[in-house]
């Protein structure tokens, strides 16, 4: 399972675009990247996935560059409500997968 | 669609007792995956059901164990409770086994806390 490294924290001001970068150098060829948002005393829930280039849906972006040693978790016009931890997952259903959430980066946004 | 269950939400025991924890999965998914989460070592991984067989299992010790119904729900036990087993208890479960990856789904856990 390719382990991820992201930034511990992040700061933000409401209305800003924010990127939040994933770095997974061993990444499979088999792999996705999956990212989560957890709210405190919450589960993590789904944002988006992504295997290649970009993905879009209706609260972000994902872009992955060709080699997909890295990802950027986009938000666009971030809220109040979307200080939350941010975590990126790299693994495929066949593998061991899901398994490793790392530290995750805790976004806050600032009024 | 209903989420996934979680059941109690929070809970209390002491040393030396044992428990046991609910999760319902949304319908028609057949993984379910147990995680703990603590403040100092995040989200870890317990193990993994899959039309009820283990199918993978993380790094905890024999004191954590579950099982999968044939409805798909699932319990995780643990025996001889230490203090350090108080934590956020997750469930996920997935479309797993279908095509393509599926993404997990969470409850919002049981909080455990042991006096």
């Known amino acids: 399972l390719a382990k991820t490294t992201q930034p511990i924290s992040m700061d933000s001001y409401e209305g800003q675009e924010v990127n939040i970068t994933c770095s997974h150098n061993?990444?499979?060829?088999?792999?996705?990247i999956t990212w989560y948002q957890q709210f405190p005393s919450q589960g993590p829930r789904f944002i988006i996935q992504g295997y290649k280039t970009k993905v879009t849906n209706e609260v972000a972006s994902l872009f992955i560059p060709a080699d997909r040693k890295s990802s950027t978790l986009s938000l666009p016009r971030v809220s109040l409500s979307d200080t939350a931890v941010y975590y990126c997952?790299?693994?495929?259903?066949?593998?061991?997968?899901?398994?490793?959430f790392g530290t995750g980066t805790r976004l806050t946004v600032i009024p | 669609k209903a989420g996934v269950t979680q059941t109690p939400r929070y809970l209390i025991k002491t040393r030396g007792q044992q428990v046991t924890l609910s999760c319902s999965p949304i319908?028609?998914?057949?993984?379910v995956s147990w995680y703990q989460q603590t403040p100092g070592q995040g989200l870890q991984f317990l193990f993994e059901?899959?039309?009820?067989?283990?199918?993978n299992k993380g790094n905890f010790p024999g004191r954590f164990s579950g099982r999968q119904f044939s409805n798909s729900r699932s319990e995780m036990n643990v025996s001889t409770l230490e203090l350090g087993d108080s934590a956020l208890y997750l469930c996920?479960?997935?479309?797993?086994?279908?095509?393509?990856?599926?993404?997990?789904?969470f409850g919002d856990g049981t909080r455990l806390s042991i006096l």
């Open positions: 319908s028609g998914h057949r993984s």
């Open positions: 996920a479960s997935s479309l797993r086994g279908s095509e393509g990856n599926q993404p997990q789904h």
């Open positions: 061993n990444i499979a060829t088999n792999d996705y």
């Open positions: 997952l790299v693994g495929d259903e066949a593998g061991a997968n899901n398994l490793f």
């Open positions: 059901y899959f039309s009820e067989t283990q199918r």
